[in-house]
């Protein structure tokens, strides 16, 4: 089993649907977690960080983190054409120069106009 | 300003050919990160430099992999005597933060083809 888990889709939805992206982990050293979005042939950009379990919202965008369940969450609201990307959760413990950021795989996201 | 570049942007090597693949941080920024995404997956750490110290290898796939940051800005990950597995894209990212969880800004990528 890897250290995060994610399903890499895809997921079709309708436009100004809500989105719901999920990752589960198993390492329970890590403390803070991140959502990327990349777009085809580009690199990855920070969406979101978060620190602690709770929600956290920025615009159309909230991340959850569940920590007793090692379960997190990104939420989209009203949906766009625009946001057809890869989303990747991303974790990792304390940061120190021995510990490194884990990815999820990806999940690929196409929003239908 | 500038964000990270990466240089090709597109490499196709035939099996056993030795690659350089460059990257430019952004300007000051002290930390920095190389990553190999394969087809469908997430990027997975490679190595990591602090200005020109390599303080963390651990991710790098074998002995043929070898990476540089000599003046603490540019660097330039080699790969030697290319084989098909080698075939991805090697992502270069750049962070102000020394320590502390902070942003890591992510260039396009190097997509490498090893036929």
């Known amino acids: 089993q890897k250290e995060v888990e994610q399903d890499p889709g895809p997921l079709s939805v309708p436009e100004g649907a809500i989105v719901s992206l999920n990752c589960t982990y198993s390492n329970s050293a890590f403390q803070y977690f991140m959502w990327y979005r990349q777009y085809s042939r580009k690199g990855p950009e920070l969406l979101m960080y978060?620190?602690?379990?709770g929600n956290k919202e920025d615009g159309r965008f909230t991340a959850q983190v569940d920590k007793s369940s090692k379960y997190i969450s990104l939420f989209i609201r009203d949906s766009q054409p625009s946001d057809s990307a890869t989303y990747l959760c991303?974790?990792?413990?304390?940061?120190?120069?021995?510990?490194?950021?884990?990815f999820g795989k990806g999940t690929r996201l196409h929003i239908l106009p | 300003g500038a964000g990270v570049s990466q240089s090709p942007r597109y490499k196709v090597a035939k099996r056993g050919q030795d690659v350089a693949l460059r990257c430019d941080p952004i300007?000051?920024?002290?930390?920095l990160f190389w990553y190999q995404q394969a087809l469908g997956q997430g990027p997975e750490f490679l190595t990591y430099f602090q200005n020109e110290a390599q303080l963390d290898k651990s991710g790098l796939p074998s002995d043929r992999f070898f990476a540089e940051r000599p003046e603490g800005s540019v660097s330039t990950l080699k790969i030697q005597r290319t084989q098909q597995e080698d075939s991805a894209v090697y992502l270069c990212a750049s962070s102000l933060v020394v320590q502390g969880p902070g942003e890591q800004f992510f260039g396009p990528g190097t997509r490498l083809t090893v036929l």
């Open positions: 978060t620190y602690s379990s």
């Open positions: 300007s000051g920024h002290v930390s």
């Open positions: 991303a974790m990792g413990g304390e940061w120190n120069r021995d510990d490194k950021i884990i």
